[in-house]
């Protein structure tokens, strides 16, 4: 008796569209949902349990929050290891390690005119803040305190938060040598 119900419902809808509806209409909606549909990746959405918790702070992340593997280890102390709290998008050869700072290129080598971004969580302040990365340019690299932190790490309809990039661009020399992570400012 259930089948009977369902079957003269789905009935009535069918014949409802077929004559209210041509195949033209159908095909041409057809095709724009096909058309449509790889835009969809690139909305933004708020994701996991970002629906769910209560607003936080400007810079803070929201109570109750799950830190990142990278923000649990990160530190604030030494920063010519790849945990150092401003580090979290960075790739490549710290210039700490090789005769600069952490946002100074060493001597003898020049800062690339363009770099990357990553927002990075300090814990001893609990705030968050953007960083710009910069590689330096010039000379051979320097092979020192290599890290590959890719918290950060944006795809690539996104290249200013790749940090995959050698990012050299305008310099008389396009060696890569290490990279710099400067504080812009706090996250909003």
Known sequence: MAN???DSISERFVRRLAGGTSRRTILSRLGLALVAAPAFPLLPVERGKANAQAPSAPGQPAPGADLTDFQKKAQTKDDTECNYWRYCAIDGSLCTCCGGGVHTCPPGTSPSLTSWVGTC???DDKRSYLIAYRDCCGTSGCGQCRCDNTEEASPAYRPQGNNEIIWCF???????HCSTAALVGAAS
């Open 4 to 6: 009977d119900l369902i």
């Open 121 to 123: 969580y300090n814990p």
């Open 170 to 176: 305008g310099t008389s020399n396009m060696a890569y």
